[in-house]
């Protein structure tokens, strides 16, 4: 079976011989400007991890505190269900769920997304973890993993018939940078992955051998 890193980079070369030059072009300008902006670095190892409350797939209310009382908690914050390498991520990370609970620990995925569209992520890639949907993006804000998309590739989205601010409820055009975080039950962040490149992603098994080794 491949690994979630495979299936990225098989998924990158499908899209570079299918996708228009000019669409790849404008998404690569994107990538390199919010990296060097300097926004949304995300939250450190060592930082502590701001508490949050939010609602998953079916509604029912999630706390970071209530996670955490039964061991460490992986948290990974993803664009939305539309996004492919955010499906693949999620996914993955399913394939590797006894793994993670074999170490003792918790899953949580996050999204800007609102709760249906959440439920339809979840069934989509038949998800059993907690699936949270963080409208308006507020805890990703305390993560400081927000940004604004520009207005040009806003429109190549818009060409290609993506509705952000639909699946999030809102008109924003904001998304969470991908980020996994692995919290102690102590509520400190023992690792921290955060990228400006949204086809970049944190495997499982390397959280997986963090956990073990914690």
């Known amino acids: 079976m491949a ?41 450190k190892t060592g930082d502590q991890v701001p508490d949050f409350t939010l609602s998953d797939a079916t509604g029912q209310s999630v706390s970071l505190k209530e996670e955490l009382s039964k061991g460490p908690v992986i948290i990974t914050f993803y664009r939305g ?54 409208e308006k993006n507020r805890v990703a804000e305390q993560f400081d993993l927000v940004f604004k998309m ?16 639909g699946h999030n409820g809102n008109e924003d055009w904001e998304l969470p940078k991908p980020a996994t975080f692995i919290v102690a039950q102590s509520g400190e962040i023992i690792f921290a992955d955060v990228d400006s490149d949204y086809t970049k992603r944190t495997a499982p098994e390397k959280v997986i051998d963090i956990l073990k080794n914690h």
């Open 3 to 43: 690994t979630l890193l495979e299936e990225i980079k098989s998924y990158k070369e499908t899209f570079k011989q299918k996708a228009p030059e000019e669409k790849q072009r404008i998404m690569a300008q994107a990538t390199k400007e919010l990296e060097e902006s300097g926004i949304a670095k995300g939250l």
């Open 81 to 134: 269900g539309w996004c492919p390498y955010c499906n693949l991520e999620l996914k993955a990370y399913q394939a590797k769920l006894p793994d993670i609970q074999d170490a003792g620990a918790q899953l949580i995925a996050i999204s800007p997304e609102t709760p249906d569209s959440s439920l339809s992520t979840k069934e989509k890639n038949n998800l059993q973890y907690k699936v949270l949907s963080d």
């Open 150 to 165: 520009p207005d040009y590739l806003i429109d190549v989205y818009k060409d290609s018939g993506l509705d952000v601010p």
